[in-house]
């Protein structure tokens, strides 16, 4: 048999795109390879007063990040982008004809928007670009911080945290005895962490905190005194968090690295430093210029952590310029400070406070300021990302006007759906049962006897005991929320143990049984706790969701056609070509398969089959799909069709023996376990 290795490699899909629109489920275009139609200028739709070109398709898939480009290359994954960027433009021209582009609050969001561009293009232009970082300056950094380029040493021990001295040396002994650590670790080892790992502590960088341990620093000195002695058992030794025994088993020097191993990093770390230095020198030119001045004074005055303001200075300035955007009153301070995200007010809480609060608003004031009067819309309003911005906050507007805001559900509807899907809203029954569990079916039986005629009895007490002295595992005696659906909740599927609690009453005691896990077992059943329906109050906000969303995505398909047809939007999907190759399509594949995505993986395969009919892509892709189809959507109907198909296509090749292996064990005329099989054939 013959498995494409690269059905285990796969692909993250995701649709980044700058728009609000749901891919629609479409036939796939024929990918067009004439060269007459691979040019920018090439017409894929036109609109009233407009067309869109290859190039603005081209452009908009190359802002996709590049671990998601992949799939809007084929031509299904480009026909989405031009469905997006289509109903843009209508959606656009439909906002002007609605005056929406002018409205006050879309207005106001654009210019506060437009301000954060302006602060960032003169930070970028003054700041960002104008730092210089000389080898002078890397050097002396270098030399300033040795503690930030030293590797630190590394120690690797084996260790236990014993009781007393007593078990301390009983240990001791086992070791010397020559039992493995790990295993004298499962008797005396008190650290529960380090037990867990089989009693070894990795990565003990002698910087004050051992892992697992914490801060023990005599300890970390007896560490440090031994690292030559590899292997030597060292204690048993009290320090203050206990008694120990520890054996170093591997040891790495520290160093300090070379200042060429560096250069990266101190550039990485001086780059902020040089950016603070910059902003400084401009602050306090800006504060010139505008003849700023702030008032320190009233600081102390102002305790960020209290909900309420002083009313006796909430109108004093504690900034004044002879400009009156720069006179801030400390209720405005305040004020824009409550606008603030609860993260962000932190920040400054546990910062600096106030005086780093009116420093970050005057900074961004000063800037904004200065970028208006040096003319920097002409580098703003060509920004690609300034006229998205703009188009977003105009297009979202439009899209909630004509969509969310013209969808509506009634109480009725609610009401319908809730009593269509009670099913949904219904926890199902459940039992609590009390369980022993037993290694033999003689232990078991022994048990059985006594504890039944406690239960008889109605002795609890003693029915507890029984369990604590003689089940295998007592604290799992009591298992609740047990439903019908063959799981034994906290252990693990078994149908059969499931029926037994299931087809009797509550009270009843059942007879000593085989597990599927192999244990033995027999157990009471406690309590039965009925259904509970959810009520519609309960569930009305998640139900109005569902609804909502639905007439949405109605609404808004129905918004599409109505816009394409006002503005006489015609598109020219068979205009698309292809742009993967054969092979970045299999790999493709191949990572949607490995992220278990086998309907994406199944479309890069149609690609293939459909635009590279060369007897051997498509011969591959052909398999391969039908494959996936099998084994992982387990459509048995169409896997057998499409492997007919497949034979009956191409007549001869490597493959063509596993087809027919698939066909006899999908129809059941042999047995096939597919997982014990390895599937292989080169990709040329």
């Given at each position: 048999?013959?498995?494409d290795l690269r059905l285990l490699i796969p692909l993250v ?498 007879p000593v049984f085989k597990t599927a896990r192999g244990d ?54 068979e205009r698309l070509r292809l742009l993967l190759s054969a ?102």
């Open positions: 048999m013959i498995r899909l995701l649709l980044v795109l700058p728009l609000l629109v749901a891919a629609q489920e479409r036939p796939v275009p024929i990918a067009v390879t004439d060269n007459m139609l691979l040019g920018d200028d090439v017409i894929l739709a036109e609109y009233e007063d407009g067309v869109i070109t290859r190039q603005e398709l081209d452009e908009r898939i190359e802002k996709i990040p590049p671990n998601q480009r992949g799939t809007y290359l084929t031509v299904a994954g480009q026909t989405q982008v031009l469905d997006v960027i289509a109903l843009e433009k209508v959606l656009m021209l439909k906002a002007i004809q609605l005056g929406i582009d002018q409205e006050p609050d879309v207005k106001e969001k654009v210019e506060a928007a437009t301000r954060q561009f302006y602060i960032q293009e003169y930070y970028k232009r003054n700041v960002i670009d104008m730092v210089v970082i000389t080898e002078a300056d890397k050097m002396q950094y270098f030399e300033n911080n040795p503690q930030l380029f030293a590797v630190l040493p590394v120690v690797n021990i084996n260790y236990m945290q014993v009781e007393d001295e007593i078990q301390g040396m009983q240990a001791l002994t086992l070791l010397q005895e020559g039992e493995i650590w790990a295993d004298v670790s499962e008797i005396y080892n008190k650290n529960s962490y380090v037990k867990g790992l089989k009693g070894v502590i990795k990565n003990i960088r002698l910087n004050g905190n051992i892992p697992g341990i914490g801060n023990d620093f005599e300890l970390e000195d007896l560490i440090r005194q031994n690292t030559a002695n590899i292997d030597k058992i060292i204690g048993p030794i009290e320090t203050d968090s206990g008694w120990h025994l520890i054996s170093v088993t591997q040891f790495n020097e520290g160093r300090s690295k070379q200042y060429s191993e560096v250069v990266p990093e101190i550039e990485q770390r001086l780059r902020p430093l040089k950016e603070k230095e910059l902003l400084d020198e401009l602050r306090s030119t800006l504060m010139q210029k505008f003849d700023v001045q702030i008032e320190t004074s009233l600081f102390e005055k102002i305790n960020l952590n209290s909900p309420t303001l002083d009313e006796d200075i909430a109108d004093d300035y504690l900034v004044i310029s002879t400009h009156d955007q720069f006179n801030y009153t400390v209720s405005k301070i305040i004020e824009n400070f409550h606008k603030l995200s609860p993260q962000e007010q932190i920040m400054y809480i546990k910062g600096e406070g106030i005086s780093q609060l009116v420093d970050q608003e005057l900074i961004r004031d000063l800037m904004f300021a200065e970028a208006t009067q040096q003319g920097y819309a002409k580098y703003v309003e060509t920004n690609d990302d300034f006229v998205q911005m703009k188009t977003y906050y105009i297009l979202n507007t439009t899209f909630r006007r004509l969509v969310v805001d013209a969808v509506t559900v009634s109480d009725e509807e609610v009401q319908t759906y809730y009593d269509a899907h009670l099913g949904d809203y219904t926890i199902p029954a459940s039992r609590a049962i009390q369980v022993l569990w037993f290694e033999t079916e003689k232990d078991a039986n022994r048990t059985f006897n006594k504890y039944a005629r406690m239960h008889r009895l109605g002795d609890e007490k003693n029915m507890q005991k029984l369990i604590d002295t003689e089940s295998l595992r007592p604290n799992q005696s009591v298992l609740d929320n047990q439903y019908d659906n063959g799981i034994i909740t906290g252990i693990g599927s078994d149908e059969a143990f499931s029926r037994k609690i299931w087809d009797n009453p509550v009270g009843y005691l059942s033995y077992a027999f157990f009471n059943i406690l309590r039965e706790n009925p259904a509970v329906i959810k009520s519609l109050t309960e569930m009305e906000p998640r139900i109005f969701g569902i609804l909502k969303r639905e007439k949405e995505t109605i609404r808004q398909e129905d918004m599409s056609d109505e816009l394409a047809a006002e503005f006489n939007l015609v598109k020219y999907p092979e970045e399509l299999f790999n493709m594949a191949d990572d949607a398969a490995r992220m278990r995505r086998f309907k994406d993986a199944i479309n890069s395969y149609d690609q293939i089959i459909q635009n590279y009919q060369n007897g051997v892509d498509d011969y591959k892709a052909s398999f391969m799909k039908a494959f996936l189809v099998a084994e992982e959507l387990k459509n048995t109907e169409l896997a057998i069709d499409l492997f007919k198909t497949f034979l009956r296509k191409f007549p001869t090749g490597d493959l063509n023996e596993s087809a027919q292996f698939m066909i006899d064990s999908l129809e059941g005329n042999i047995e096939l376990n597919i997982d014990d099989e390895l599937l292989e054939f080169e990709q040329d």
